[in-house]
């Protein structure tokens, strides 16, 4: 059974930072390609940052490249998104998935994901 819990999520202006945290509930974290995405209403959910399950590589979309960083703790089985310099089109649901397979550029269906609740990240200007 696949557990993510998200948290760190706020209101915050324009200019400011968050780092939202992802508390992973699986068996031998450190096999698993973990990622955040984020989905605005009325938007589809996007890609927003991807890990290898050693950390070594990253993966970033091209709207928060050089802002945001993903990071991950497998001691601690917990991944990372910090945010800064957050802008008002960052305001969306923020959600932690997890997957076996190779996620770092690959654009994977949403089904290959384990996925955590969401936590809201509001950017105000």
């Known amino acids: 059974q696949v557990q993510l819990v998200e948290s760190g999520g706020g209101s915050v202006q324009a200019g400011g930072s968050l780092r939202l945290s992802c508390a992973a509930g699986v068996y031998n974290y450190r096999v698993w390609c973990m990622g955040w995405f984020r989905q605005a209403p009325g938007k589809e959910r996007e890609k927003v940052a991807t890990?290898?399950?050693?950390?070594?590589?990253?993966h970033y979309a091209d709207t928060v490249e050089g802002r945001f960083t993903i990071s991950r703790d497998n001691a601690k089985s917990t991944l990372y998104l910090q945010m800064n310099n957050l802008k008002p089109e960052d305001t969306a649901m923020y959600y932690c998935a997890a997957t076996l397979m190779a996620c770092i550029a690959d654009n994977l269906s949403p089904g290959a994901y384990y996925w955590g609740q969401g936590t809201q990240v509001t950017v105000s200007s």
């Open positions: 890990i290898s399950d050693d950390g070594t590589m990253t």
